[in-house]
């Protein structure tokens, strides 16, 4: 009788178990579901990172990230106009998918350890790292740095980058770009080094600077993406978005067409 009894429990904790796991593998889209309930994907997105996020003359969004967000309210619910996008500052990105305030990032987030332990990322969409601007006609390439002064934001991942490949170069931290800016046409520095993402539009609206062909490291950009068994439907379509644009050249053509290669 009390095998009997055991035996009973064991069954009946399974099909608890079974039960459970039936409930919540249903449950798996549910995110999903609500967004194609909803009708629209709400994502946070840069309005002031030209050519990433920003307004044009008109006060429209734009810019290759802009492009992706559309690119996947199409995916995922048949209208690139069928998006709510949601401007934030770098220090809000993923806070906001952390309260629920948004779908999706897609705002110049690159993947980091501490990052990956809040939200979950997708495949990345465009790989970015350290570039060096300048306006000195004689410098054509790295080599022509090797002993120059390097402007570089002040406590950031660059300083490592172009000290690595310029180990005899000057660099002077600097606050802002801004600063940077003001540093480079008082003679104060040759060249500035940071993100290539950043310098693409750094050179479209100072178009006196030129971009030097080179990546000093890669720092891939991705989706940001709610961290949660619920949410794995919603990153699945997402990745599969990007595997396509990737194959179909779509992603490369974007990135072009706003300087980003």
């Known amino acids: 009788m009390a ?46 990172l030209r050519p990433l996020g920003f307004y044009d003359e008109r006060g429209n969004l734009q810019g290759l990230e802009i492009d992706i967000a559309k690119g996947l309210a199409q ?17 809000e990105r993923l806070q906001v998918a952390l309260d629920g305030e948004v779908d999706l990032v897609i705002a110049r987030v690159t993947t980091t350890p501490s990052r990956s332990r809040l939200v979950d990322f997708s495949n990345y969409y465009y790989l970015d790292g350290t570039g060096i601007v300048t306006q000195n006609p004689t410098v054509k390439q790295l080599s022509d740095l090797a002993s120059s002064r390097i402007a570089v934001l002040k406590g950031s991942s660059t300083i490592a980058a172009v ?20 540093l480079l046409e008082t ?23 030129r971009q030097l062909p080179v990546r000093l490291s890669g720092e891939a950009l991705c989706v940001a993406i709610p961290k949660g068994l619920q949410y794995s439907s919603l990153r699945d379509r997402v990745n599969k978005a990007i595997a396509h644009w990737q194959q179909s050249g779509w992603l490369r053509e974007r990135a072009t067409y706003w300087g980003l290669l």
């Not at 095998?3 to 995110?31: G, H, P, R, T």
């Not at 000290?163 to 003001?182: H, M």
């Not at 993100?195 to 693409?200: I, K």
């Open 75 to 91: 995916e995922l619910l048949g209208s690139p106009d069928a998006i709510v996008f949601k401007p934030v500052a770098n220090q």
């Open 187 to 209: 003679g104060g520095a040759d060249a500035f080094a940071a993100d290539n993402s950043v310098l693409a539009g750094w050179v479209q609206e100072y178009p006196q600077y």
């Open 163 to 182: 000290r690595f490949e310029l180990p005899k170069a000057q660099l002077i931290g600097v606050e802002s770009y801004q600063e940077a800016l003001s």
């Open 3 to 48: 095998i009997e009894k055991k035996l009973w429990q064991s069954c009946l904790a399974i099909a608890i178990a079974v039960n459970y796991f039936i409930s919540s593998s249903s449950a798996l889209a549910a995110e999903l579901e609500e967004i194609v309930r909803r009708g629209k994907l709400v994502v946070a997105v840069k309005d002031n």
